[in-house]
């Protein structure tokens, strides 16, 4: 059973960076044709896709967001990041991290506000 795990903080001032983890659990992060990713729901929106990790370290991100948005991982550690430059309010919603869009984490609320 593959098990993902979104953490960071909850609030985050307008202009500064956003960054989270997602611990993976059950399965390696290299595992061949994984694709990892970061997905958002601001509220009373649908779900918007960020980007992707995959298993070979390769990164692909949504062309809106690709300026301010990148994706690393730990494999030590069996993690994966998201980093989200100069935050605005627009900027809050649930962030989920998936495995495949097969697996999710539960999601963690980003507040952004002064």
């Known amino acids: 059973q593959v098990q993902l795990q979104e953490s960071g903080p909850g609030l985050v001032k307008p202009s500064q960076t956003l960054s989270l983890t997602c611990t993976v659990s059950?399965?390696?992060?290299?595992?061949?044709?994984?694709?990892y990713t970061w997905i958002r729901q601001p509220p009373g929106k649908g779900l918007e896709w960020m980007g992707v990790?995959?298993?070979?370290?390769?990164?692909y991100y949504n062309p809106s967001l690709k300026s301010r948005t990148s994706i690393s991982r730990d494999t030590s550690k069996n993690q994966f990041s998201l980093q989200l430059t100069s935050v605005a309010p627009d900027d809050t919603a649930v962030y989920y991290c998936?495995?495949?869009?097969?697996?999710w984490g539960q999601g963690t609320q980003v507040t952004v506000s002064s």
């Open positions: 059950g399965d390696s992060i290299t595992t061949a044709y994984t694709g």
């Open positions: 990790i995959r298993f070979d370290g390769s990164t």
């Open positions: 998936t495995s495949g869009a097969r697996y």
